[in-house]
């Protein structure tokens, strides 16, 4: 029954990736409507987020920013789909990766890196950089499955357009670790900017004016295969185009103090979403833990 539920899914997708995506931007603007007026999908979640991450902000410049974000959101979702039929050279020319250089560089000598990303922008074609980097690094990417079979069967097919390996948040450090054995070079990329579970909260830290817990396994990880780790800068600059510029983090996590390449992390993202705030994915509940409630556990 899955099966059929995702060709099904898979072949409407698919004829819609046919078409150009200034047709896409067409449907995007349509879908808009609904999906913001009618479904009112998580507005109250988005409403409480913009509010309590922008308090000098008043009621028209947050609403302005809603707004933006749903028009986005909705482009997030046809650019997504046009992963299923676009070309090398059209992925090129929309996303573009600037200081690229420094992956090669961190990977000389056969070692391999990380790079933080966060849900901003449009993530789900940050994987073409596989165009960009040396061919012998493969690319790795960390993700959660989804509970529909027949989605998440659609987004893995979408997330190997440009050749990347999905990861199972499951299996992360066991499939990392066997790269390293086996001596291949990898460039594994963590998006860490979601809500870890009550038994992961290792650290708290300031966020966009909030207590807010972060992920602490990418430091970890990086602590115990010695991973260089990198962090992409991603900027909107227009409809179906964005700006990617890799930063580092560290070269030597193994160095660090604690909780140093969490926090360093944590303000480079909180600078990419003040950049532009309507680009992040606002949709996210995440800030439901409470710092008091988790120190009376």
């Given at each position: ?23 896409l ?21 988005v ?8 308090p ?45 250089e ?5 990977m ?52 190997s ?5 999905s ?46 817990p ?83 556990r």
């Amino acid at each position: 029954m899955n099966y059929i539920i995702y060709k099904i899914i898979y072949a409407l997708l698919y004829i819609h990736a046919l078409l150009p995506l200034k047709v896409l931007y067409i449907l995007s603007d349509i879908l808009y409507i609904p999906v913001y007026y009618i479904v009112r999908y998580r507005r109250k979640v988005v409403r409480t987020n913009l509010k309590n991450s922008f308090p000098e902000k008043n009621k028209k410049e947050l609403l302005e920013i809603e707004h933006q974000f749903y028009h986005h959101f909705c482009d997030y979702f046809v650019e997504t789909i046009k992963l299923l039929h676009i070309t090398d050279e059209e992925i090129k020319e929309r996303i573009n990766f600037k200081n690229i250089e420094l992956v090669d560089d961190l990977m000389k000598d056969g070692n391999s890196a990380i790079m933080y990303l966060g849900h901003y922008g449009n993530w789900e074609w940050v994987p073409s950089i596989t165009l960009h980097v040396n061919k012998d690094t493969l690319l790795g990417q960390i993700y959660r499955p989804l509970k529909n079979r027949a989605f998440d069967n659609i987004f893995l097919k979408i997330r190997s357009r440009f050749g990347s390996v999905s990861i199972s948040k499951n299996n992360t450090l066991r499939s990392i670790i066997q790269y390293k054995q086996s001596g291949q070079k990898v460039l594994i990329g963590f998006m860490s900017d979601q809500t870890p579970a009550w038994n992961n909260i290792h650290y708290w830290t300031t966020f966009m004016n909030q207590d807010t817990p972060v992920f602490t396994g990418v430091e970890r990880i990086s602590k115990q295969t010695g991973f260089s780790i990198t962090y992409l800068d991603i900027k909107k600059v227009a409809r179906g185009k964005y700006d990617c510029e890799v930063k580092l983090i560290s070269a030597n996590p193994k160095e660090e103090p604690e909780f140093t390449i969490t926090e360093r992390y944590i303000r480079e993202m909180e600078k990419t979403i003040l950049h532009n705030p309507a680009y992040w994915l606002w949709t996210h509940k995440r800030w439901k833990h409470k710092k008091e409630d988790f120190e009376k556990r």
